[in-house]
């Protein structure tokens, strides 16, 4: 009798019971899976857009400044046309993948051209390009500061500035993928 007794209380599930160590492992694995997610995230929502933005296209912007004229250590700004926007294609803070701007600055930073949006990455403002002999981009809304290659060199952001795609289609003229924004601009 007390042998059945015995095996019908193995057989019984095993009570799971929250121990230090369950909650630990459960709270690590949580954490993992909202940083996967906060890294994964905007990488899908780039490569798989959101209603709105799927028609993504080359845009095409006039630049004040022909490429080749561009000095070393300047910038030259550009805004999407009417009804477009930019889409941006890495970011931090305030910006990320995907994301809609409308200016950007072609910047001649030596070595080569990069072109970077001009939404800062601190809340979203219009950063100034360098001037004189001073090479960075200033944010006029907290004084944020970044480097000809959109780096932080002063805070309070913490991120750098987010790229456009691009290629030159032109003396003057640059091909920006954005998308088209209808009633906007
Ligand atoms: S929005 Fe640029 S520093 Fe705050």
Redesign the pocket.
């Known amino acids: 009798m007390s042998s059945t007794q015995d095996t019908t209380s193995h057989d019984r599930p095993t009570e799971r019971r929250m121990t230090r160590r369950n909650f630990i492992v459960w709270y690590l694995a949580g954490l993992l899976t909202a940083l996967v997610v906060a890294i994964i995230a905007p990488i899908l929502v780039y490569v798989y857009p959101p209603p709105g933005q799927t028609k993504r296209q080359g845009i095409k912007v006039q630049l004040p400044t022909p490429l080749d004229q561009i000095e070393p250590g300047t910038a030259v700004e550009f805004q999407s046309p009417p009804q477009t926007g930019f889409l941006m294609v890495d970011g931090g803070g305030?910006n990320y993948a995907g994301k809609i701007g409308f200016k950007g600055y072609v910047v001649n930073v030596g070595s080569e051209l990069v072109v970077l949006s001009a939404t800062?990455?601190?809340?979203?403002?219009q950063?100034n390009p360098p001037s004189g002999s001073q090479k960075i981009f200033l944010?006029p809304?907290?004084?944020?500061e970044f480097d000809l290659h959109g780096k932080v060199t002063h805070g309070?952001?913490i991120a750098p500035l987010s790229h456009y795609a691009w290629h030159a289609s032109g003396p003057g003229e640059i091909t920006v993928l954005g998308v088209p924004l209808p009633g906007v601009g």
């Open positions: 305030d800062c990455s601190h809340l979203g403002c950063i944010c809304c907290h004084g944020s309070p952001a």
